[in-house]
Structures are given as C-alpha cells and as structure tokens.
C-alpha cells in the first residue's frame, strides 16, 4: 500500500502503510539499531516521528487528494518502545481546513508505549516534485 505522495524521511524509516481508510490509519515500523537511544529502545524522537505520520495519514484518509501540515502536537510516553511497532491512528474531528487525531504506538507484544493527540491543517497540493518549490500555505 502506497501513502498517496513520496516522503523521503518516511521512506528513510522504512514505515509501512497498513491501512490508510475512513479515519483510520495503520503504519508498521521495524527500528533499525541507529534509530535506537543509549538505552537500546526506539528513539523518542522516531517514535514521535511514527506518531506525527500516522495521525496525518489518518486526516488524510477521508480525502487524500490534499495534504496535510502539523500544528500541533502533544505526547505522552507510557513505557520503552521496544521490537516491531505498530503506530494506529483515528481522525476524530474534521472542519473545512482542519483535523483533529490522536494515535498510539504499539510494540511487538501489542502494548501502548506512547500516545499522541495531533492538529493538522488541510492544505492543497501544488504541481511539481511534492511541491517543493513552492511555498506551504497554512492560511
């Protein structure tokens, strides 16, 4: 399953998309030893990356023609995130240029090691290479 656009830090990461549908999202992440912190689990910072995408592909889902922009986003860590890790994502209110989503990581052994709840901005896509030379517009 593909995420619509190409996203050179994701693809970097090597997230998978499992499920990209009707509010709903599901990404699998299997962190390398250089994503790793100096107690040998996942990063923070990776594992906040993993909820950051599952949350916009969530707000995404219900209309992946447009992209979306992070304005907010707040995490609480529950417990080391060790092994495989599944981020799962619910877009839980839309308006017309906003949506509000929360997710959480899961590791191998299927419990909640962080939590994330997240605001996004809807913004169109421009033409060209995903857009990079033109500006992002969060007006």
Not at 7 to 12: A, K, L, S
Request: proline share 4%.
């Amino acid at each position: 399953m593909k995420f619509g656009v190409e996203i050179p830090f994701v693809h970097h990461l090597g997230f998978e998309l499992g499920l990209f549908d009707a509010g709903l999202s599901e990404l699998h992440y299997a962190p390398r030893p250089e994503h790793l912190n100096s107690f040998a689990v996942t990063h923070g910072g990776a594992i906040m990356t993993l909820l950051d995408v599952t949350m916009a592909v969530a707000a995404r889902s219900v209309q992946k023609d447009m992209g979306v922009v992070t304005i907010e986003m707040k995490t609480s860590f529950m417990q080391p995130a060790r092994g495989q890790l599944t981020g799962k994502g619910r877009l839980m209110h839309r308006t017309k240029s906003m949506a509000f989503t929360e997710g959480t990581v899961y590791d191998e052994d299927g419990r909640a090691c962080a939590h994330a709840t997240g605001t996004f901005k809807y913004v169109q896509r421009q033409g060209g290479v995903a857009g990079a030379d033109a500006p992002i517009s969060t007006d």
